[in-house]
């Protein structure tokens, strides 16, 4: 196995932990928050899904996913570069989705996520695609980072969905 096929593994199970977590939901479901400083379930894929779109696009030299009109069905009254990173209890709040315009959007962003990590060879892993941090991010640790980021948020998800199903 080589390690566009690891990195292609690790992110089909952040989509399958998507779909699973999104499966059923109601609208109440997504919008869900422990207290009112929390994140929703709706908030955790929005967010996880334009990270993984954000930085995959930067380090690949492709277009967001997100710019392609998904911001536009989305509405959101956030800028378009808005990955959710540091956002207000307020900001959270704002983000409102139906389960099947989230299974979308991650979809399309998986696979041109999967699409640009088969190209890879393993010398394209250790080119440099961040000088801004010391030491300089190679494309392995940024897909590594986002596959990290992105399992921590879908369980995060699937935690709150636990809560929900618990108190029926």
Request: proline share 3%; hydrophobic share 45%.
């Given at each position: 196995?080589?390690?566009?096929d690891?990195?292609?593994?690790?992110?089909?199970?952040?989509?399958?932990?998507?779909?699973?977590?999104?499966?059923?939901?109601?609208?109440?479901?997504?919008?869900?928050?422990?207290?009112?400083?929390?994140?929703?379930?709706?908030?955790?894929?929005?967010?996880?899904?334009?990270?993984?779109?954000?930085?995959?696009?930067?380090?690949?030299?492709?277009?967001?996913?997100?710019?392609?009109?998904?911001?536009?069905?989305?509405?959101?009254?956030?800028?378009?570069?808005?990955?959710?990173?540091?956002?207000?209890?307020?900001?959270?709040?704002?983000?409102?989705?139906?389960?099947?315009?989230?299974?979308?959007?991650?979809d399309?962003?998986?696979?041109?996520?999967?699409?640009?990590?088969?190209?890879l060879?393993?010398?394209?892993?250790?080119?440099?695609?961040?000088?801004?941090?010391?030491?300089?991010?190679?494309?392995?640790?940024?897909?590594?980072?986002?596959?990290?980021?992105?399992?921590?948020?879908?369980?995060?998800?699937?935690?709150?969905?636990?809560?929900?199903?618990?108190?029926?």
């Open positions: 196995m080589s390690s566009a690891l990195l292609a593994d690790g992110f089909g199970r952040i989509r399958e932990i998507v779909h699973a977590v999104l499966d059923g939901l109601t609208e109440d479901d997504l919008l869900y928050r422990v207290d009112p400083a929390a994140n929703s379930i709706c908030w955790q894929v929005w967010h996880l899904t334009r990270v993984q779109d954000d930085h995959v696009a930067a380090a690949s030299g492709l277009t967001q996913v997100w710019l392609s009109g998904w911001d536009k069905q989305f509405g959101l009254p956030l800028d378009s570069w808005d990955t959710g990173y540091g956002h207000s209890a307020a900001q959270v709040t704002a983000v409102r989705a139906p389960a099947d315009l989230l299974v979308g959007y991650h399309a962003t998986y696979e041109q996520t999967i699409a640009f990590v088969r190209t060879s393993e010398s394209d892993l250790s080119q440099v695609v961040d000088r801004s941090w010391t030491p300089p991010v190679t494309m392995a640790v940024r897909l590594v980072s986002v596959l990290a980021d992105d399992l921590q948020h879908a369980g995060q998800a699937e935690f709150i969905r636990g809560l929900i199903e618990r108190a029926r």
